[in-house]
């Protein structure tokens, strides 16, 4: 088949010449070029004959002549006023069949000012109170317990059995408070960490509470990619799945799902599942452990995609200022603590820190010790004492006299060269400048002892309940005057169960047990006051507290003294 060039592609071709001929003045000859040949087009049946006939003023009317079906994409479309303010919206209402939500699309209703702001609030307050019972190792039961009368409080979700008219309502609210924290939570990676963690969590615990029929409708709603495992292979594998699945004695009295062995890390880690060729055979009973790691999986690719499209988003100017008050409030326990909120009134400094001694937790009692032993704290270790002494008031001065103190077989200089930048940067006295802005480290949470820094090989730091041997535990814990038999029994349970928080507070209220009495029947302390420990300064301030209760500070006149 014959092809021949049209009279434009000629054209065109004539011109290439004066084209490259451009480029020795400096002109935008690879463009030109480029475009020129783009607009070279074959045709089967043109004569090249009329290219001939064409004037030069032709060719150039030919070559800039304007497609007017060629749309400007740099052009707005301007669109009528009137037409703008009625016209229809053709968004969807949303529509919540079920209590439990995956929270795939996007809200799309108008709400106020102050409903996105006090529904943000309300649903920061569950997360908050969800953290702080995982922080403190609580069990699911006590969770569940703990958890049931802020949900009744804040974020009520009726079921569809009492057709209650306020359901609608309830589940709104529940959509758009989550889409409202995302978009505050997704500008770091620390937040969208703990975000997606506390909401998993928040949805484990609805997904437990809700009614058995509506959760299995929700759940095939889903359509879930999820392989049933047929009758054929369950006889196959009949004597390893019945090993794996604990108290089914039948293989006819469960069924199994077939997933990657990757999407079921908490039953891969626990052994409750039977794993063959990278494939994971889940009982249906653990169908609650598939159905939250799907929802925190695409939880975490959502935030990732908000958090791409946050610098873009044109936002309202009274929004902004809603959105980082939310993210700043929701503070981790490292970040509640203040120092500001140590002793009014009592003398802390280096000359009687070995009188207070007695009410530090174990995890600082037990670094003084060694110091006191050794004369020496290792890296890791020095950090975190210096701090808690940080937190518990004393000054930069007093700190590096303590040290100094501390390390009696260094001589001045040697303590000056090796150590005392680091007590200063500690307290934010030297450093960069967000250092100085932030008055320096703040002192170690329980759960940052018990998660960062491991102690290896001759450490003194870390959290004694989670990183002793049991035995080494007990051993240190009479040392300090715990010598009770039954709660060392107690004690070495909970560590056993991976319950630190709670052991240490055992020991807390076994020690303080007759000041706690004398606070709750003379001075009205509640709950609030007594709530778990869960930061090495808390415990201080608390130790020390009770201990002077009633007693009157002034200055040295203060019981610090054994």
């Not at 990676?189 to 009614?211: A, N, Q, T």
């Not at 908490?266 to 249906?284: C, M, Q």
């Not at 070995?354 to 060694?370: A, E, G, I, R, W």
Request: hydrophobic letters at 35%; one cysteine or more; a positive charge.
């Amino acid at each position: 088949m014959d092809y021949k060039l049209n009279e434009t592609s000629q054209i065109l071709i004539g011109q290439i010449p004066d084209i490259f001929s451009a480029s020795a003045s400096g002109g935008n000859s690879g463009r030109r070029f480029k475009v020129a040949l783009r607009r070279v087009s074959l045709s089967r049946s043109t004569s090249p004959a009329l290219a001939s006939t064409r004037s030069p003023k032709y060719r150039k009317s030919t070559m800039i002549r304007h497609d007017a079906n060629r749309v400007n994409l740099k052009r707005k479309v301007e669109v009528d006023p009137k037409k703008r303010q009625f016209a229809e919206s053709n968004v969807k209402q949303n529509e919540y069949p079920y209590r439990l939500n995956f929270y795939d699309n996007p809200p799309t209703a108008e709400i106020t000012l102050d409903q996105f702001e006090q529904w943000a609030i309300d649903r920061l307050k569950i997360l908050a109170e969800l953290e702080s019972c995982q922080f403190r190792n609580r069990s699911p039961a006590e969770t569940e317990t703990h958890m049931k009368p802020f949900l009744d409080k804040y974020l009520p979700l009726s079921n569809n059995s009492k057709k209650n008219s306020a359901a609608f309502t309830e589940r709104q609210r529940d959509h758009y408070s989550h889409f409202i924290l995302r978009l505050a939570f997704a500008s770091t990676e620390e937040l969208r960490r703990r975000f997606c963690s506390v909401e998993r969590s928040l949805f484990r615990l609805r997904f437990k509470l809700d009614d058995a029929q509506e959760r299995a409708a929700f759940v095939a709603g889903l359509n879930f990619d999820w392989e049933v495992v047929g009758e054929e292979e369950k006889r196959e594998l009949a004597h390893e799945l019945l090993a794996c699945t604990h108290g089914i004695k039948k293989i006819e009295d469960e069924n199994w799902f077939k997933v990657d062995w990757d999407r079921v890390p908490e039953l891969v880690e626990s052994r409750r599942v039977l794993i063959k060729r990278g494939r994971a055979y889940v009982p249906v009973r653990e169908q609650i452990t598939l159905v939250v790691a799907e929802f925190g999986r695409r939880l975490d690719e959502n935030l990732t995609l908000t958090a791409r499209a946050l610098p873009r988003l044109d936002e309202d100017d009274r929004l902004a200022p809603i959105l980082s008050h939310l993210s700043k409030n929701f503070g981790t326990p490292d970040n509640l603590f203040s120092s500001e909120s140590s002793l009014p009134g009592a003398p802390i400094t280096a000359a009687n820190i070995n009188s207070l001694v007695k009410h530090f937790p174990l995890c600082m009692s037990n670094l003084h010790t060694q110091l006191r032993k050794n004369s020496h704290l290792k890296h890791f270790g020095r950090l975190q004492y210096t701090f808690f002494l940080k937190g518990i008031g004393l000054s930069l001065e007093e700190c590096i006299r303590f040290w100094r103190g501390s390390f009696s077989k260094m001589n001045e200089a040697d303590f000056n060269r090796d150590h005392l930048y680091n007590v200063r940067h500690a307290y934010g006295d030297v450093g960069g400048d967000s250092n100085r802005r932030s008055g320096g480290h703040k002192p170690y949470s329980c759960q940052k002892i018990l998660t960062e820094q491991q102690p290896g090989s001759g450490d003194t730091h870390g959290c004694p309940y989670r990183h002793f041997s049991q035995d080494n535990l007990i051993s240190t814990l009479q040392s300090v005057g715990v010598v009770d038999r039954d709660l060392l029994k107690i004690v070495r349970d909970d560590v056993s169960k991976q319950r630190f928080h709670i052991a240490c507070g055992r020991v807390f209220d076994h020690v303080h047990q007759a000041d706690i009495k004398k606070a709750e029947k003379e001075h009205g302390w509640g709950a609030q006051e007594l709530d778990t420990i869960a930061h090495p300064n808390v415990y201080f301030k608390r130790s020390y507290t009770l201990k002077n209760l009633g007693k009157e500070i002034k200055g040295e006149d203060v019981e610090m003294k054994d």
